[in-house]
């Protein structure tokens, strides 16, 4: 692996442990405000805190060549990758209302499944290495967070279909991210989704003033740290990593979830879990040293050996 790969997959990494530790938060927000409310805020406030590189940039380019969009296609993924993430941030607030977090771990994590299955329609080929990290990954991920009698329930078929949107979200960003800034995709899509989120929440939800500084610890941890920094890392990170590698690592924010549960709310952490989080930490090494790679290949790279010192 290159010096730039090795760099992407900490930047994923480090997401996916932002991710992980604001899952708490994320539902503490809940308990005041609705959903497409906190959603709006939230990423309105991570926009916020990407302006100061936009501003940046624009010293060295205009706005407009921030913006230079060569093919309609272009425009069309920029409007796409908020919408999609729009999608994605509201089936799953709105899920987690009516399924238990561990359920809602479990399936959101599906992506890491979804995501290669969703490039054999975009004719992208993913790695042997991959489909085995995936699936061991997801194995992982059961253990880690469904710990009862499984039952589908209606939140369970909303972050289901938000794990959908997000594998969506890895493929469009995956196109667009070496294409345009980091800083210009991130903002655009925070944006949009804000936007939208607030359009929603002025025709479905009350607004309470009090019940917003209620939340704001939630607030300013989901909207600085989970979509202001995290996000942005997951953009710059997959300039030089593909989206079935990217969803591997940043499934890890389940095994986080756990950590920080057990830190900082002194949760149980049973054995039956450390094997979920264990399985996880191979699912990663597989996909980002490639073993199953290379020990398929040794052979045929022993006889290559072999044929070039005879033939010397």
């Known amino acids: 692996m290159s010096h730039k790969a090795y760099k992407s997959d900490l930047l994923l990494l480090l997401a996916a442990a932002i991710w992980g530790f604001g899952f708490v938060a994320q539902r503490k927000g809940m308990e005041y405000i ?20 936009i501003f940046k940039n624009i010293k060295t380019t205009s706005v407009r060549k921030q913006y230079q969009f060569k093919k309609l ?12 993430l729009f999608l994605a941030a ?3 607030q709105i899920g987690i209302i ?28 993913t790695k042997l290495d ?5 699936l061991l990954a997801t194995t992982g991920l059961y253990l880690l967070t469904v710990t009862e009698i499984y039952r589908i329930s209606k939140g369970d ?54 019940k917003v ?22 953009i710059v990170a997959q300039k030089n990593a593909p989206p079935a590698h990217t969803a591997i690592i940043l499934s890890l924010e389940a095994v986080f979830a756990i950590l920080a549960g057990w830190l900082i709310l002194n949760e149980s952490l049973t054995t039956r879990k450390m094997l979920g989080c264990f399985l996880m930490f191979i699912a990663m090494l597989i996909s980002l040293l490639n ?16 044929k070039t010192e005879h033939n010397k």
């Open 291 to 306: 073993f199953c790679t290379f020990f398929i290949t040794l052979p045929k790279n022993i006889l290559t050996n072999i």
């Open 157 to 210: 078929l909303l972050v289901l279909i938000s794990a959908f949107f997000w594998a969506g979200h890895f493929h469009i960003l995956g196109w667009l991210s070496p294409k345009f800034r980091s800083s210009t995709i991130a903002c655009t899509q925070y944006i949009i989704c804000s936007s939208l989120c607030f359009i929603i929440s002025f025709f479905i939800e009350e607004f309470d003033f009090e």
């Open 98 to 125: 009516y399924t238990t977090a561990g359920n809602a771990g479990f399936i959101t994590g599906l992506y890491v499944v979804i995501v290669p299955i969703l490039g054999l329609s975009f004719g992208n080929r």
């Open 73 to 84: 296609k272009h425009i069309l993924g920029f409007i796409g990758i908020g919408f999609v």
């Open 90 to 92: 509201s089936f799953q």
């Open 34 to 53: 609705p959903p497409f409310l906190f959603n709006g805020i939230r990423f309105a406030l991570g926009s916020i805190v990407i302006l100061p590189f």
């Open 213 to 234: 500084k209620l939340a704001i610890i939630p607030i300013l941890y989901t909207g600085i740290l989970s979509v202001g920094i995290a996000y942005s890392l997951q």
């Open 130 to 134: 991959t489909w085995i990290g995936a």
